[in-house]
């Protein structure tokens, strides 16, 4: 049987009253299924699941800054002449929330309007913006102390290395020697 055989015999089928209510049930089959899965949760959607997930995400400034001291003392005890490491940050805030927000804008003439809406989600009278995304601390200054930094070549890595490692500038890194 070759590709125009097949093709004739599905247009006679579907031409027919018996062609016209298969496909008349399948659409009504394919609308029901619609129907049920909008009504049927998803796995992960409710409030408390959301704010739990949240809540795992988030990390106090303390513990960002402690966790970030902790990687940097052991990054540069890796590097020729250091020796023991201690370092110290200090950041601008905590973290910062960005919530999930929908808006609109018009405009008309000369004038425009802006209106945004956080999402909120929540049961049982506990409603709370759906929180997007949560930004880290902005680190704004390093102190390292290191046995190795009375030479200045070690003292310019370390600079280097924590200028890099951090994304800031170098007048923000105070590198002295350990006594």
């Known amino acids: 049987m070759d590709t125009a055989e097949v093709i004739e015999r599905v247009k006679k089928f579907f ?7 298969v496909v008349t049930a399948l659409g009504v089959v394919g609308m029901l299924l619609i129907l049920i899965s909008s009504v049927i949760p998803e796995g992960k959607t409710t409030a408390d699941e959301i704010a739990e997930t949240s809540e795992e995400a988030v990390t106090n400034a303390s513990d960002y800054c402690r966790e970030t001291e902790k990687r940097l003392e052991d990054f540069l005890k890796n590097i020729e ?6 370092v110290y940050i200090s950041v601008e805030s905590d973290e910062r929330y960005v919530y999930v927000s929908e808006g609109r804008k018009s405009v008309s003439g000369d004038r425009s309007e802006e209106e945004e809406k956080y999402v909120i989600v929540g049961n049982s009278g506990e409603k709370s913006a759906l929180v997007e995304t949560v930004e880290k601390p902005e680190i704004t200054g390093a102190v ?12 310019e890595r370390i600079y280097k290395a924590v200028s ?16």
């Open 15 to 21: 031409s027919g009253k018996k062609g016209t209510a």
């Open 81 to 86: 002449g250091a020796g023991e490491v201690k």
């Open 144 to 155: 390292i102390v290191c046995e190795g930094c009375g030479s200045a070549v070690v003292q």
């Open 164 to 179: 890099s490692a951090l994304g800031i500038s170098s007048n923000k890194i105070y590198v002295t020697q350990m006594k």
